[in-house]
């Protein structure tokens, strides 16, 4: 089984900076895109930052100039650093890894992890 580990959350002031971490564990083949969404009270997951193996990375218009995605390949970590925090950011974090597959022959398949708990106050 393949599992996603998140940490980092907290509660910071308006301004601050937060940088979460998602690791990826147990038994696969490969790891194509990671990233990041989430989920304010009320509203739908959306996707905050996504990073390809290579390196290449999308953003959200809400974050863009203000988060920076990251990964480590060989640890098969994703990071978000989130400086510039708004009241607005408040939401639980979710790390995505969408395209794993367990075996080389296998089909790839979606994996989330259990959300980490972003708050800024104002």
């Known amino acids: 089984q393949v599992q996603l580990v998140e940490s980092g959350g907290g509660l910071v002031q308006a301004g601050g900076s937060l940088r979460l971490s998602c690791t990826a564990s147990?038994?696969?083949?490969?790891?194509?895109?990671m990233g990041w969404y989430r989920q304010a009270p009320g509203k739908e997951r959306a996707l905050v930052a996504i990073m390809s193996r290579g390196g290449s990375a999308n953003y959200a218009d809400s974050v863009k100039g203000r988060f920076t995605i990251s990964r480590d390949n060989a640890k098969n970590t994703v990071y978000l650093q989130m400086n510039s925090l708004k009241p607005e950011d408040t939401a639980v974090y979710y790390c995505?890894?969408?395209?794993?597959?367990?075996?080389?022959?296998?089909?790839?398949?979606?994996?989330w992890g259990q959300g980490t708990q972003v708050t800024v106050s104002s």
């Open positions: 995505n890894a969408p395209k794993v597959r367990r075996y080389s022959y296998t089909r790839p398949s979606d994996y």
């Open positions: 147990g038994s696969f083949f490969s790891i194509n895109d």
